[in-house]
């Protein structure tokens, strides 16, 4: 009897229970990321108009794929000539920002974010990546990448390469290549991914994103050569005529292109020149990473499919182990072989030995070298060029003292002949200690100013 007593309330709670959980409210519906936003394909550059040199692959992807297509510029363009009017400094960024808005939009791409940075003309990309506020550039870089979960990035070729090679272009390839790293882990600006307390209020905090890996990042490169690019990703003819609007992808984006008015040659022959330079070439990607299976001259979108993919953590920094005394390039080309191993992107290191152009109109070139002494004593190195005829430097062969476990950076400033322009020379510096050669650096230089100071 007792036990049929005892029975009695717990099978009550039995049949009761559904009735009253029948009786709860529903909880209101959990909002997925919003869908407007989402794109396949994010562009991340430096400048409006910097997207002319993806943009005829960007047009095949989307008229004839039907890819949904955004873009993220670092500066507005507020430095640099104005070919149409007086604009300029901030209000030039602002002609430029609308110049940028209209020929993406001509092109059917609506979704555009501008970072504010400010345009540093240059080619050291440490000076841009200073003068944008990395950190700051980077929090907002990875917060686009979850608002929009791409699923290829496209972007500038962190690498120092004898062209244009503005620092800013740089700067948006390494940001590029920082969030593609970060934006799936949820330590990572962890704010960014707090869900709101309330997301119909006022004055809330948590901005409600998610963590999103993207699953390949291509790069391309404004180098004055292409032969280290071919056989590195897949290739796309811009002479190839869109099915859907009739004519070749090259005047599709020439079209657009003219919207950039404060950017273009005012004299018709030197725009045509402009145009048969840029556009004539076929669009050129180097496969940084993918974590999807494909191979590596496919299609942008081989392997891809709908859907999420865990995060993949980057290798991180690991110091180099060096013994002794030894030699090395510094300023970029330091931060660029750390930058590499870093993020799982040791194959760029084999692009190109190092190489650089005339940082100015008086045929200088900027030379930072790092002499390492990573043995228990202190150590006197001597340095000493080998120069083409006619080059001349400052300073000259010197001795460095080091302490123990020290590095001395040498700034060497080295001027070219006027008679050598428009060729390739090859700069060599070697260092000796204790009576012996320790190391070595050869630096490859385009004797051709290209109107950006190094």
Do not use: C
Not at 404 to 430: C, F, G, M
């Amino acid at each position: 009897m007792i036990r049929r007593k005892l029975l009695l309330p717990v099978l009550l709670s039995f049949v009761l229970y559904p009735v009253a959980l029948a009786q709860l409210p529903a909880a209101p519906p959990n909002p997925p990321p919003d869908d407007r936003y989402k794109a396949d394909i994010l562009l991340i550059v430096a400048h409006p108009d910097d997207d002319s040199l993806a943009a005829p692959y960007l047009a095949k992807a989307l008229y004839e794929e039907h890819k949904r297509v955004s873009v993220i510029y670092g500066t507005r363009g507020n430095a640099g000539g104005n070919a149409v009017g007086n604009e300029q400094a901030a209000s030039l960024g602002a002609v430029r920002e609308i110049e940028g808005r209209r020929a993406l939009a001509s092109l059917g791409i609506l979704d555009v974010w501008f970072l504010n940075s400010p345009d540093t003309p240059g080619q050291d990309v440490l000076h841009s990546l200073e003068t944008w506020g990395h950190g700051a550039s980077l929090e907002q870089v990875v917060r686009l990448v979850r608002l929009t979960r791409p699923e290829v990035i496209l972007t500038w070729l962190p690498h120092y390469v004898a062209g244009e090679n503005h620092d800013d272009h740089q700067a948006a390839g390494v940001l590029a290549t920082e969030a593609f790293d970060l934006a799936g882990d949820p330590v990572a600006f962890p704010e960014q991914i707090e869900a709101p307390r309330d997301h119909t209020a006022i004055g809330n905090y948590g901005e409600g994103l998610h963590p999103w890996q993207p699953k390949k990042i291509y790069y391309f490169s404004d180098a004055t050569h292409f032969e280290f690019l071919e056989g590195r990703g897949p290739e796309y003819k811009t002479s190839d005529v869109s099915p859907s609007k009739g004519v070749p992808y090259a005047k599709i984006v020439s079209d657009a292109w003219m919207n950039d008015k404060s950017q273009l040659p005012a004299n018709q022959a030197d725009l045509k020149k402009y145009l048969d330079q840029y556009l004539n070439e076929p669009v050129r990607f180097v496969l940084g990473k993918s974590l999807v299976k494909g191979s590596t001259r496919g299609d942008v979108f081989e392997g891809i499919t709908p859907g999420t993919i865990p995060y993949v953590r980057a290798r991180g920094y690991e110091p180099i182990a060096r013994q002794g005394v030894s030699l090395e390039f510094g300023g970029p080309w330091a931060y660029y072989r750390a930058f590499w191993r870093s993020h799982n992107l040791d194959h760029l290191s084999r692009l190109l030995a190092p190489e650089t152009a005339l940082g100015g109109p008086d045929n200088t070139v900027w030379v930072p070298l790092l002499i390492h002494n990573d043995s228990d004593s202190p150590k006197q190195v001597t340095l000493r060029s080998v120069l083409p005829p006619g080059w001349s430097e400052k300073p000259g062969p010197m001795i460095y003292s080091l302490a123990a476990h020290d590095a001395y950076p040498v700034q060497i400033n080295v001027v070219a002949p006027e008679s050598q322009k428009n060729t390739w020379q090859q700069l060599t510096w070697r260092a000796e200690a204790d009576g012996q050669v320790i190391g070595s650096v050869t630096l490859r230089v385009h004797v051709n100013y290209n109107g950006v100071p190094q």
